[in-house]
């Protein structure tokens, strides 16, 4: 589809979904007639969905924070990110009561930066990327609470590597306007 194609079909009215199954279904046409498509139509349809998700997971956001006080959303975002957390859990049970062993293996992967004290009962965590790394997120749309979820999936893996309950802050975050996104994670004695 041509670009004046594109921009009659949005004012005519055509949903972004028609646009997209327009755009496929010329690829499909320049194949069976021989020509290549101007992309890969897979690939493309991969990253409509994706743009899609994001999209609609930001509306979502939106919506939780128009309709829920703020300790109900932050309970259900750091929901969210626990039963992200179910994922992993073989691994966090791999390093269970290790935990220098988990921090050395998630510094070698994902993290630039794992800091233990185990004087004062606190874990600083500095990630390696300069985006956030969750594939639901589309920066600069996503809303900056969503790094609750995130706070609920570290309190989850790190209370079972530790046996114990932690408690997980954001001391920068890039969805909040960060470099990079650094959790500080507190060992508690008990239940909070």
Excluded at 181 to 190: A, E, P, Q, V
Aim: hydrophobic residues 35%; charged residues 30%.
């Amino acid at each position: 589809m041509k670009r004046k194609d594109f921009l009659k079909c949005c004012t005519i009215g055509l949903c972004s979904c028609a646009a997209q199954e327009i755009s496929l279904l010329d690829a499909s046409q320049a194949q069976s007639a021989g020509t290549k498509p101007p992309g890969d139509p897979e690939k493309d349809e991969l990253k409509w969905k994706l743009n899609a998700v994001q999209e609609r997971f930001a509306r979502l956001l939106n919506i939780l924070d128009q309709t829920l006080d703020p300790p109900a959303k932050q309970k259900v975002l750091r929901a969210l990110g626990r039963e992200c957390a179910g994922s992993y859990r073989d691994l966090a049970l791999k390093y269970e009561g290790n935990i220098k062993g988990f921090l050395e293996y998630i510094q070698k992967r994902w993290v630039e930066k794992a800091e233990y004290d185990e004087k004062a009962g606190t874990i600083r965590i500095v990630d390696k990327a300069s985006q956030c790394t969750c594939p639901f997120v589309k920066q600069g749309v996503t809303h900056k609470d969503f790094c609750n979820c995130t706070l609920g999936w570290q309190e989850a893996i790190y209370s079972v590597v530790l046996r114990r309950p932690v408690r997980a802050e954001v001391e920068e975050s890039v969805l909040r306007g960060g470099s990079r996104c650094i959790f500080r994670i507190r060992i508690l004695k008990s239940e909070a």
